[in-house]
């Protein structure tokens, strides 16, 4: 017996020819013969890895399209928290009275004494929250620099000066109280 395909000399028992792997029977399929391409959306349907290269183009571009707006999410809270760190804190203080002068803000009094004036947030080593104030003013008859710091505490709902300085030099407690005085005081 010979192979219809190549012509190969065969036994009559065997199935596929030795040389080619043609069948040699009807109704047999050799296994060398070639496998139908299978498209991504009927290999997804069977189970089957869809190993198209533009299917796997498509899932290369989703990760990257994930990874991209992951990154952007992530720097986007950076800008907002670095542009707006502190603002409630500061919000806080500027909207607190002193125990002695219940009907005005330290924001409205301070805003209209001294020239000038900035408000700015920054947590101290121990994690406490630090509003400090500049601005100028005439003070003892000249002009001076003032420099205060108020320890912002929301959760306890109050806020106290921690420190402050008249061109750079330290005030009492006393000086502290005189001049806060004097701020909320005025004509």
Request: aromatic fraction near 12%; glycine fraction near 10%; charged fraction near 25%.
């Amino acid at each position: 017996m010979f192979c219809i395909k190549c012509g190969n000399s065969v036994e009559e028992d065997m199935l596929f020819c030795d040389r080619c792997g043609a069948p040699l029977k009807e109704g047999v399929q050799s296994p060398y013969e070639k496998v139908k391409a299978v498209s991504p959306a009927a290999a997804g349907k069977s189970g089957m890895p869809a190993t198209h290269p533009a299917a796997k183009k498509k899932k290369i571009t989703g990760v990257i399209g994930i990874c991209v707006g992951a990154l952007a999410i992530i720097l986007l809270s950076v800008f907002i928290y670095a542009n707006t760190g502190g603002r409630s804190e500061i919000r806080f203080v500027k909207n607190s009275s002193p125990y002695l002068y219940p009907d005005q803000t330290y924001g409205e009094a301070f805003d209209d004494f001294f020239e000038d004036p900035n408000w700015d947030y920054f947590q101290s080593d121990d994690g406490r929250d630090v509003v400090e104030f500049t601005g100028g003013c005439s003070y003892r008859g000249e002009n001076a620099d003032i420099y205060i710091q108020f320890i912002a505490r929301k959760s306890e709902n109050y806020c106290t000066v921690c420190y402050a300085s008249v061109n750079g030099n330290g005030m009492s407690d006393d000086e502290i109280l005189n001049m806060i005085g004097s701020v909320f005081e005025q004509d």
